[in-house]
Protein backbone atom coordinates (compact mmCIF):
# COMPACT_ATOMS: atom_id res chain seq x y z
CA UNK A 1 0.00 0.00 0.00
CA UNK A 2 1.38 3.32 -1.00
CA UNK A 3 2.46 5.42 2.02
CA UNK A 4 0.08 8.79 2.88
CA UNK A 5 2.13 11.73 1.73
CA UNK A 6 1.88 15.33 2.72
CA UNK A 7 0.14 16.93 -0.37
CA UNK A 8 -0.04 20.79 -1.04
CA UNK A 9 -2.13 23.52 0.38
CA UNK A 10 -4.10 23.61 -3.28
CA UNK A 11 -6.26 20.57 -2.29
CA UNK A 12 -9.91 20.83 -0.65
CA UNK A 13 -9.17 20.84 2.60
CA UNK A 14 -11.23 22.57 5.54
CA UNK A 15 -7.18 22.29 7.41
CA UNK A 16 -6.09 24.81 4.67
CA UNK A 17 -5.81 27.41 7.04
CA UNK A 18 -6.72 30.03 3.79
CA UNK A 19 -10.47 28.56 3.69
CA UNK A 20 -12.49 29.91 6.19
CA UNK A 21 -15.43 28.86 4.57
CA UNK A 22 -14.94 25.28 4.35
CA UNK A 23 -13.42 25.30 8.27
CA UNK A 24 -16.36 26.78 9.78
CA UNK A 25 -17.99 24.54 8.52
CA UNK A 26 -15.84 21.48 9.38
CA UNK A 27 -15.80 23.54 12.58
CA UNK A 28 -19.43 23.46 13.69
CA UNK A 29 -20.21 19.51 13.00
CA UNK A 30 -16.85 18.41 14.88
CA UNK A 31 -18.00 20.24 17.91
CA UNK A 32 -21.57 18.73 17.30
CA UNK A 33 -22.23 15.94 19.63
CA UNK A 34 -17.89 15.72 20.33
CA UNK A 35 -17.44 13.53 23.17
CA UNK A 36 -17.27 15.04 26.95
CA UNK A 37 -15.43 12.24 29.30
CA UNK A 38 -13.41 9.28 28.52
CA UNK A 39 -16.49 6.90 29.20
CA UNK A 40 -18.01 8.58 25.91
CA UNK A 41 -15.02 7.19 23.79
CA UNK A 42 -15.09 3.44 25.45
CA UNK A 43 -16.85 0.58 24.03
CA UNK A 44 -17.09 -3.05 25.93
CA UNK A 45 -16.69 -5.61 23.13
CA UNK A 46 -15.82 -9.15 23.57
CA UNK A 47 -12.91 -10.77 21.71
CA UNK A 48 -11.20 -8.05 19.24
CA UNK A 49 -10.23 -11.09 17.81
CA UNK A 50 -13.57 -12.25 16.32
CA UNK A 51 -15.64 -8.62 16.94
CA UNK A 52 -19.20 -8.46 15.73
CA UNK A 53 -20.98 -5.82 13.05
CA UNK A 54 -22.11 -4.24 15.91
CA UNK A 55 -18.83 -3.98 17.85
CA UNK A 56 -17.01 -2.95 14.90
CA UNK A 57 -19.69 -0.05 13.89
CA UNK A 58 -19.49 1.12 17.65
CA UNK A 59 -15.50 1.36 17.29
CA UNK A 60 -15.18 2.98 13.99
CA UNK A 61 -18.41 5.87 14.82
CA UNK A 62 -16.07 7.20 17.61
CA UNK A 63 -12.88 7.52 15.53
CA UNK A 64 -14.81 9.06 13.10
CA UNK A 65 -15.42 11.57 15.50
CA UNK A 66 -12.83 11.78 17.48
CA UNK A 67 -9.95 9.92 15.82
CA UNK A 68 -9.88 7.76 18.80
CA UNK A 69 -11.83 5.11 20.77
CA UNK A 70 -10.99 2.95 23.66
CA UNK A 71 -12.50 -0.41 24.09
CA UNK A 72 -12.77 -3.13 27.46
CA UNK A 73 -12.64 -6.71 25.92
CA UNK A 74 -12.44 -9.80 27.73
CA UNK A 75 -9.44 -10.87 26.85
CA UNK A 76 -7.62 -10.06 29.65
CA UNK A 77 -3.77 -10.71 30.40
CA UNK A 78 -3.90 -13.27 27.20
CA UNK A 79 -0.22 -12.00 25.21
CA UNK A 80 -1.50 -13.01 22.10
CA UNK A 81 -0.62 -10.56 19.65
CA UNK A 82 -3.19 -11.38 17.08
CA UNK A 83 -5.42 -9.43 19.66
CA UNK A 84 -4.62 -6.40 18.64
CA UNK A 85 -3.01 -7.17 14.96
CA UNK A 86 -6.88 -8.43 14.33
CA UNK A 87 -7.93 -5.88 15.49
CA UNK A 88 -5.83 -3.37 12.92
CA UNK A 89 -6.79 -5.55 10.30
CA UNK A 90 -10.35 -4.82 11.11
CA UNK A 91 -9.64 -0.96 10.43
CA UNK A 92 -7.95 -1.69 7.41
CA UNK A 93 -4.68 -1.47 8.72
CA UNK A 94 -1.83 -3.48 6.98
CA UNK A 95 1.07 -1.30 6.26
CA UNK A 96 2.49 -2.01 9.86
CA UNK A 97 5.86 0.10 10.53
CA UNK A 98 8.32 -2.37 11.94
CA UNK A 99 10.44 -0.85 13.50
CA UNK A 100 14.25 -1.69 14.26
CA UNK A 101 12.89 -2.85 18.37
CA UNK A 102 10.07 -4.39 17.55
CA UNK A 103 8.72 -8.16 17.95
CA UNK A 104 8.54 -10.81 15.44
CA UNK A 105 5.43 -9.93 15.06
CA UNK A 106 5.94 -6.43 14.34
CA UNK A 107 4.42 -5.39 16.91
CA UNK A 108 6.24 -3.50 19.98
CA UNK A 109 5.98 -4.87 22.93
CA UNK A 110 6.29 -1.69 25.86
CA UNK A 111 7.61 -2.90 29.20
CA UNK A 112 10.63 -2.05 31.60
CA UNK A 113 14.07 -3.56 30.42
CA UNK A 114 17.10 -3.32 32.82
CA UNK A 115 19.41 -4.75 29.57
CA UNK A 116 20.44 -4.05 25.77
CA UNK A 117 19.71 -1.43 23.50
CA UNK A 118 16.01 -1.01 24.69
CA UNK A 119 17.17 0.23 28.01
CA UNK A 120 18.51 3.69 26.48
CA UNK A 121 15.22 4.39 24.77
CA UNK A 122 12.10 5.84 27.50
CA UNK A 123 9.35 3.25 26.57
CA UNK A 124 11.41 0.79 28.15
CA UNK A 125 11.78 2.56 31.35
CA UNK A 126 9.01 3.00 33.67
CA UNK A 127 9.77 6.95 33.37
CA UNK A 128 7.19 9.59 31.90
CA UNK A 129 6.86 10.20 28.78
CA UNK A 130 5.81 14.04 27.92
CA UNK A 131 3.17 14.82 25.05
CA UNK A 132 3.73 13.62 21.58
CA UNK A 133 2.31 12.05 18.47
CA UNK A 134 3.87 8.76 17.48
CA UNK A 135 6.92 8.70 14.69
CA UNK A 136 7.38 12.47 14.74
CA UNK A 137 11.08 11.69 14.17
CA UNK A 138 10.55 9.76 11.01
CA UNK A 139 10.72 10.45 7.44
CA UNK A 140 8.48 12.05 5.23
CA UNK A 141 7.38 9.48 3.68
CA UNK A 142 7.19 7.13 6.29
CA UNK A 143 5.02 8.92 9.10
CA UNK A 144 2.74 7.26 11.06
CA UNK A 145 -1.34 7.68 10.57
CA UNK A 146 -2.75 5.23 12.94
CA UNK A 147 -1.57 4.08 16.37
CA UNK A 148 -2.71 1.49 18.19
CA UNK A 149 -1.96 0.15 22.12
CA UNK A 150 -3.25 -2.89 23.73
CA UNK A 151 -2.68 -3.64 27.06
CA UNK A 152 -1.52 -7.35 28.48
CA UNK A 153 -0.39 -6.38 31.82
CA UNK A 154 -0.80 -3.16 33.75
CA UNK A 155 1.57 -1.72 36.19
CA UNK A 156 1.32 -2.36 39.80
CA UNK A 157 0.98 1.59 40.21
CA UNK A 158 0.43 4.66 37.64
CA UNK A 159 0.97 4.43 33.68
CA UNK A 160 -2.17 6.40 33.42
CA UNK A 161 -2.32 7.97 29.92
CA UNK A 162 -3.96 11.59 28.78
CA UNK A 163 -5.25 11.93 24.79
CA UNK A 164 -6.19 14.53 22.95
CA UNK A 165 -7.42 14.50 19.46
CA UNK A 166 -5.34 16.31 17.24
CA UNK A 167 -8.05 17.78 14.94
CA UNK A 168 -9.01 19.07 18.45
CA UNK A 169 -5.54 21.07 19.20
CA UNK A 170 -5.51 22.50 15.49
CA UNK A 171 -9.22 23.57 15.87
CA UNK A 172 -8.32 25.84 19.29
CA UNK A 173 -5.04 26.77 17.92
CA UNK A 174 -6.88 28.28 14.76
CA UNK A 175 -9.21 29.58 16.70
CA UNK A 176 -6.86 31.72 18.67
CA UNK A 177 -5.16 32.51 15.93
CA UNK A 178 -5.19 31.24 11.93
CA UNK A 179 -1.89 32.54 11.74
CA UNK A 180 -0.43 29.75 14.05
CA UNK A 181 -1.13 27.17 11.96
CA UNK A 182 0.35 29.00 9.08
CA UNK A 183 3.51 28.96 11.06
CA UNK A 184 3.01 25.05 12.15
CA UNK A 185 2.46 24.50 8.37
CA UNK A 186 5.92 25.81 7.34
CA UNK A 187 8.31 22.88 6.14
CA UNK A 188 10.86 24.06 9.01
CA UNK A 189 9.23 24.49 12.05
CA UNK A 190 10.11 21.23 13.49
CA UNK A 191 14.15 19.49 12.75
CA UNK A 192 15.05 16.00 14.54
CA UNK A 193 18.79 16.04 14.25
CA UNK A 194 20.06 12.99 13.10
CA UNK A 195 20.60 9.78 15.05
CA UNK A 196 24.08 8.99 14.93
CA UNK A 197 24.99 4.85 16.28
CA UNK A 198 26.85 3.32 18.20
CA UNK A 199 29.42 2.68 15.56
CA UNK A 200 29.56 6.71 14.75
CA UNK A 201 27.73 6.44 11.62
CA UNK A 202 24.29 7.74 10.58
CA UNK A 203 21.26 5.66 11.67
CA UNK A 204 18.73 8.29 11.00
CA UNK A 205 19.84 11.74 9.12
CA UNK A 206 18.26 14.91 9.97
CA UNK A 207 14.60 15.20 9.75
CA UNK A 208 12.81 19.09 9.11
CA UNK A 209 8.76 19.34 8.58
CA UNK A 210 5.67 20.80 9.55
CA UNK A 211 3.77 20.39 12.80
CA UNK A 212 0.81 19.92 10.75
CA UNK A 213 0.38 18.75 7.53
CA UNK A 214 -2.51 17.52 5.00
CA UNK A 215 -2.80 14.13 3.48
CA UNK A 216 -4.15 14.04 -0.12
CA UNK A 217 -7.03 13.05 1.19
CA UNK A 218 -7.76 16.17 2.85
CA UNK A 219 -7.12 14.95 6.40
CA UNK A 220 -4.66 16.31 8.80
CA UNK A 221 -1.63 14.89 10.20
CA UNK A 222 -0.02 15.92 13.49
CA UNK A 223 3.70 15.75 13.90
CA UNK A 224 5.14 16.67 17.48
CA UNK A 225 6.51 16.07 20.89
CA UNK A 226 6.84 18.42 23.50
CA UNK A 227 10.38 17.56 24.20
CA UNK A 228 13.51 20.15 24.77
CA UNK A 229 16.02 17.74 23.72
CA UNK A 230 17.10 16.73 20.53
CA UNK A 231 14.69 18.93 18.88
CA UNK A 232 15.34 22.28 16.79
CA UNK A 233 12.62 24.18 16.55
CA UNK A 234 12.04 27.41 13.94
CA UNK A 235 13.08 31.02 15.37
CA UNK A 236 10.32 32.07 13.78
CA UNK A 237 8.19 34.18 16.51
CA UNK A 238 4.38 33.12 15.68
CA UNK A 239 5.46 29.53 15.49
CA UNK A 240 6.98 29.96 18.82
CA UNK A 241 3.99 31.81 20.15
CA UNK A 242 1.96 29.31 18.66
CA UNK A 243 3.94 26.41 20.28
CA UNK A 244 4.00 28.50 23.73
CA UNK A 245 -0.26 28.20 23.49
CA UNK A 246 -0.08 24.70 22.54
CA UNK A 247 2.01 23.77 25.77
CA UNK A 248 -0.19 25.66 27.97
CA UNK A 249 -3.15 23.74 26.18
CA UNK A 250 -1.45 20.76 26.87
CA UNK A 251 -0.60 21.21 30.37
CA UNK A 252 -4.67 22.94 30.86
CA UNK A 253 -7.80 20.99 32.39
CA UNK A 254 -9.09 21.47 28.85
CA UNK A 255 -12.61 19.43 28.51
CA UNK A 256 -10.98 17.78 25.22
CA UNK A 257 -8.28 15.90 27.23
CA UNK A 258 -9.12 12.86 28.35
CA UNK A 259 -6.69 10.82 31.36
CA UNK A 260 -7.28 7.29 32.28
CA UNK A 261 -5.85 4.00 33.13
CA UNK A 262 -6.33 1.20 30.70
CA UNK A 263 -6.15 -2.48 31.92
CA UNK A 264 -5.39 -5.81 31.06
CA UNK A 265 -7.66 -6.27 27.88
CA UNK A 266 -8.27 -2.52 27.04
CA UNK A 267 -6.55 -0.87 24.10
CA UNK A 268 -6.88 2.21 21.91
CA UNK A 269 -7.66 2.31 18.59
CA UNK A 270 -6.43 5.87 16.73
CA UNK A 271 -5.26 8.12 13.96
CA UNK A 272 -1.83 9.14 15.98
CA UNK A 273 -3.53 10.85 18.40
CA UNK A 274 -1.45 13.40 20.76
CA UNK A 275 -0.70 11.82 24.19
CA UNK A 276 1.39 11.03 26.89
CA UNK A 277 2.30 8.28 29.91
CA UNK A 278 2.66 8.74 33.16
CA UNK A 279 5.41 7.54 35.03
CA UNK A 280 4.48 4.42 36.95
CA UNK A 281 5.91 1.33 39.37
CA UNK A 282 6.05 -2.25 38.80
CA UNK A 283 5.95 -5.42 41.47
CA UNK A 284 6.51 -9.02 41.37
CA UNK A 285 2.70 -10.10 40.35
CA UNK A 286 1.80 -6.68 38.22
CA UNK A 287 4.95 -5.69 35.35
CA UNK A 288 3.34 -2.82 32.59
CA UNK A 289 3.44 -4.74 29.27
CA UNK A 290 1.54 -2.92 26.19
CA UNK A 291 1.10 -3.47 22.79
CA UNK A 292 1.79 -1.10 20.43
CA UNK A 293 1.09 -1.21 16.68
CA UNK A 294 2.41 1.91 14.64
CA UNK A 295 0.93 2.23 10.92
CA UNK A 296 1.75 4.48 7.96
CA UNK A 297 -2.23 3.78 6.75
CA UNK A 298 -5.06 5.80 8.07
CA UNK A 299 -8.32 4.31 9.71
CA UNK A 300 -10.52 2.77 7.18
CA UNK A 301 -13.57 4.77 7.19
CA UNK A 302 -12.58 8.04 9.09
CA UNK A 303 -11.32 9.91 6.43
CA UNK A 304 -13.25 13.43 6.02
CA UNK A 305 -13.41 12.62 2.23
CA UNK A 306 -15.71 9.58 3.54
Not at 9 to 14: F, G, N, W
Not at 255 to 272: A, D, K, Q
Not at 285 to 301: E, K, P, V, W
Amino acid sequence: MANPQQKPLAIVSPFDPDDAELYYRWRDQKLRNYPRNLGDLLVEINDPRKLTDSEFEALQSRCRKANMVLYAGKTGDDPDPEIPLSLGRRFGLDDLNKNWLADESGLTSLKVIDTGIRQQYIPYTNRAINWHTDGYYNLASKQIHALNLHVVQQAASGGENALMDHEMAYLLLREKNPDYIRALMAADTMTIPARIDEAGAVARAEEPGPVFSIMPTGDLHMRYTIRVNNVIWSDDPVAREALAYLDKLLHSDSPYIYRGRLESGMGLVSNNVLHDRAAFVDDATHQRHYYRARYFDRLAGTSIAE
